[in-house]
């Protein structure tokens, strides 16, 4: 059964972008950030970050938690690993034409 608020979605979208981000797929990653983040962050500065997080901790990990506080189409996310240095504590999230998009830029 699927969660009324979005609850799934939203995870499901948490876990795109963790993946897209720590195996370093631009494209992939940056079609999950909010129009707002596209507005201030360039494709190019993007890859150069995902880049980097590459060459730092290797490869996508799975989730070790998973928390969202939903409030309409904004959504604040801690989700945890195994590296804590990856942690993300209350990251915001907002949903654009009924999909979920990482707003933290």
Known sequence: MQAPDG???L?????AYSDAFL?????VAYDLFSARCKDRVTL???TG??????Q???????LKSFDAQISGDLARV???????????TKEPWV???GKWKQDDC
């Open 7 to 9: 609850q799934e979605e």
């Open 11 to 15: 995870r499901q979208a948490v876990l």
């Open 23 to 27: 195996d370093a797929k631009p494209t």
């Open 44 to 46: 190019s500065e993007f």
């Open 49 to 54: 970050m995902l880049t980097a997080a590459k």
């Open 56 to 62: 730092m901790y290797g490869k996508a990990m799975p």
């Open 78 to 88: 801690t989700y945890t690993y195994d590296v804590p240095a990856l942690n993300q």
């Open 95 to 97: 949903r654009e034409d």
